[in-house]
């Protein structure tokens, strides 16, 4: 299922990082002001930049499994959500760093992307206990659903909150995206394809290790008899129907082909 | 989405001796939960009067973490917005609690009516906890902490807060339905309503601190009047829309 | 649209990976009484919480009152009538605020509340708390609430529990027949195999969520029903 878009999506990754980082540190001038420190713009802002439509899009795709019931689209959400998650981190970690190289102090709060990005990395570190405090699989999908549709649609207001609430205080310190050198605005955009392309791939990955390992203990489960019902571990990741009932079919010797389940 | 299943017309029955309407107005059914409300909140005693003691005693705190005798402007209002949020915490926790516990969920969801009524009518209830709230909580500030006259202030000191309280009730329902049916819901109802509320915080402290000052009587800006009503716009209609998919099983 | 009171084919209803109630398959003609036995997580209150549309099905199809469910939940909830294993009644209201409560989201109008209370036996303590009163007590006010807007169909998990035998004298009038005289529809969830079993029409035996057993009850033995639980 997952197995060859991963390969063309890998390959495109690597091929897209090492384009960017060649051009990053051989073809991109060095900026008067901050010099080589300015270069983490270069990892900063497409890590912001692809967090941002991370959660957005696990807000959406959280829409899609309320209005479908189908399993597969929480699965997505929730490592959708998860990878944004860890690309925000990097975010606040690279504006940290470049916030000391520039400004001398660890954190600003005159920074707004900086700000935001901080309370919008509060919120989804609830996802997960959120997920793991609920023990019905299918509520804790749902649920999970409904946060993650009201955070993604708090990100944009959060942004704009935060940008009005700092307008006052200074003007932005770390440079705007806006009015860059074509050289830089080449650059910047091959980066920023490179981390979206580094997201995709995670993804896939972890949606596909994930079912894997899902299919394996559905089989290995339909082997043994249903007779050990509940195993007891609660978990944070949601589970997989419809993978087990495509173990069902395998045992049957039916072929396993693409189930939706549920009735609407 | 859940669109099929609301405003359904009713059906005829075959019991006719019964008088029943057939499916009770929302506006009844939200005055039905309301009144119950009200009644359980009376009898138990176990929001208000722990939400206003909380902000009382929280004014307490600040005099000696801040160790100043009085705060006017900015100070004043990020203390009296603080406090306002931290108390209306401890109703969101206790907002659904009764529900689950004793199986008023079920009950409803038997009913021929509109599963919105529940969140309007727990919204309307938070609501009026915060109104309550207030009405403790702000003249003690103003007693305690506040070193400018609250009585100029009051008029734009109400809509503000006005403005502030649907926002929080419109969230903290919201919150409060999602955390109560897991194992840390007391501990799940702020953690996720603190972010969630911050641009509340920016817009009700900004929009407040004019009004706290000595020299300056003047009204709030209207932006941030307008981020409020925005937001609480937003957030409303996402609870609503959202709210059918937390009943339900 | 038929006139069975219920009627399921192929229920499924999974709690993550495993199948609460699977392949389920049943049908009940209107007047009837179904009784369902089983050991403790065989499903019996999964599949009542389905037919009471508080849970989706998740393969299959449930007709409950000629409404399919869930797309037409809306339709039936108003016609049914659940009395569970909680009372869903507040504990610090009185059966009378409660029966009221409880009349105003159906549209029921008040007087029914009063006539409900006199039948349980419950006139003379409807204005006390139901946390000081007994758990038998609070049963048969449960018992009200469930039959207060005259259901088609009531969904009953292990009514007489918790009840004396006057009590219970009390409260199976209501739970059988219907406002217009005629017999209630009823699944009653039950342990009592010999109990359990005079007041059924059709029985259902459920194992590990499977229907084990479905069968008119005068084919029945009380043994097979024993047998389940083994």
Known sequence: MHGKALRTLSISTVVAMATALALVFFYAPLEAEQ??????????????????????????????????????????????????????????????IWAKGSWGHWWVWSEPTLVSFLIVFLLYATYQPLRFAIEDPERQSRYASVFAITAGAFVPMNFIAV???????????????????????????VSLVAMALLFATMCK?????????????????????EADARRGARSAAPSLQHVTAMAARVQRGAPPTS?????R | MNVIERQAPALHSSSADVGRARQPRTRLVVGALLRKELLVELRTLQSVPGMSLFALSTFVVFHFALNRNSVEGDLAAGVLLVTLLFAAMLGVNRLFVADADQGGFDAFLLAPVERTALLIAKTLTLLAYLVVLELVAVPAFGLLLLGSPLGPALPWLVVTLLLVDLGVAAIGTLVAALAVHTRARDLLGPLLSLP?????????????????????????????????????????LIAYALFDFLLED | MSDAALLVQGLTRRYGERAALEDVCLSLPRERTLVVFGPNGAGKTTLLRVLATLLRP???????????????????????????HEPLLYRELTARENLRFHARLHGVREARVEELLEAVAMGSRASEPLRTLSRGMVQ?????????????????????ANLDPAAVELVAPLIGVGGDGRKRTRVICSH????????????????????????????????EIVGLYR
């Not at chain 1, 390992?213 to 339909?222: C, F, I, N, T």
């Open chain 3, 192 to 223: 009592d195999p010999s109990g359990g079993l005079a007041e059924a029409d059709v029985v259902l035996g459920l194992r590990a969520g499977r229907a084990a057993l479905l069968r008119a009850a005068d084919q029945v033995d009380p043994d």
């Open chain 2, 196 to 236: 969630l509320l911050v641009p509340i915080v920016i817009g009700g402290a900004r929009a407040v601190e004019p009004l706290l000052t000595q020299a300056h009587r003047t009204a709030p800006a209207i932006r941030w009047l307008l981020t409020l009503g925005l937001y609480d716009l937003v957030f409303g």
């Open chain 1, 205 to 225: 990955f972890e949606l596909a290790a994930k079912h894997t390992r899902a299919q394996v203990r559905a089989l290995r489960r339909r082997l043994a008899g």
């Open chain 1, 259 to 263: 189930h939706t389940p549920g009735s």
């Open chain 3, 140 to 160: 048969r006010v449960a018992v009200a609430r469930s039959v207060l807007h005259d259901p088609e169909l009531l969904l009953l998990d292990e009514p007489y």
């Open chain 3, 58 to 84: 998740h393969a299959g199809s449930v007709s409950v009152l000629g409404s399919a469910l869930p797309a037409q939940s809306w339709a039936v909830r108003g016609r049914l009538g659940m009395l569970a």
């Open chain 1, 163 to 189: 940008r009005l609430s700092t307008a006052y205080l200074h003007p932005r310190v770390l440079g705007s995206t806006s009015n860059l050198p074509a050289p830089m605005a080449l650059t910047f955009l």
């Open chain 1, 35 to 96: 010099g080589f420190l300015q270069k983490i713009f270069y990892v900063h802002v497409p890590l912001a930049i692809v967090a941002l439509c991370g959660f957005v899009l696990g807000g959406l795709l959280a829409i899609q499994h309320l209005r479908t019931r189908d399993p597969r689209w929480d699965y997505r959400s929730y490592v959708v959500i998860h990878m944004s998650l860890i690309f925000a981190v990097g975010t606040l970690i690279t504006g940290s």
